[in-house]
């Protein structure tokens, strides 16, 4: 098993930033990427980025790229997502997620966090 929590989640106003954290413990060998996702009120989970522990290839959703920054720390075992240019949008849940490759699809993804609320006001 994997476990995966999530903090740095907030409030901030459009235009501004927030960095979001995932904390992986347990048997984190067993995954080769961890991804971040988002659901939105009353809409379906989305994809926003993902990166491998290895090399750290990453991959971002068009709705972010240039304003989202995915990075890893493997001696601590944790994954950042770096959020900029906020816009109203981006207010959801934010999840990290453990999976076998790095994937924009979320079924590949076995282990998930509780999310973290990220709300962006005008």
């Known amino acids: 098993q994997v476990q995966l929590v999530e903090s740095g989640g907030g409030l901030v106003q459009a235009g501004g930033s927030l960095s979001l954290s995932c904390a992986a413990s347990?048997?984190?060998?067993?995954?080769?990427?961890v991804g971040w996702f988002r659901q939105a009120p009353g809409k379906e989970r989305e994809f926003v980025a993902a990166?491998?522990?290895?090399?750290?290839?990453?991959v971002y959703a068009d709705a972010v790229k240039g304003r989202f920054t995915i990075s890893r720390d493997n001696a601590r075992n944790m994954v950042y997502l770096q959020m900029s240019s906020l816009q109203n949008e981006d207010t959801a849940v934010y999840y990290c997620?453990?999976?076998?490759?790095?994937?924009?699809?979320?079924?590949?993804?076995?282990?998930w966090g509780q999310g973290t609320q990220v709300t962006v006001s005008s």
């Open positions: 997620a453990a999976g076998a490759y790095i994937t924009t699809r979320d079924y590949v993804y076995d282990f």
């Open positions: 347990g048997r984190t060998w067993r995954s080769a990427a």
């Open positions: 990166i491998t522990w290895s090399v750290g290839n990453t």
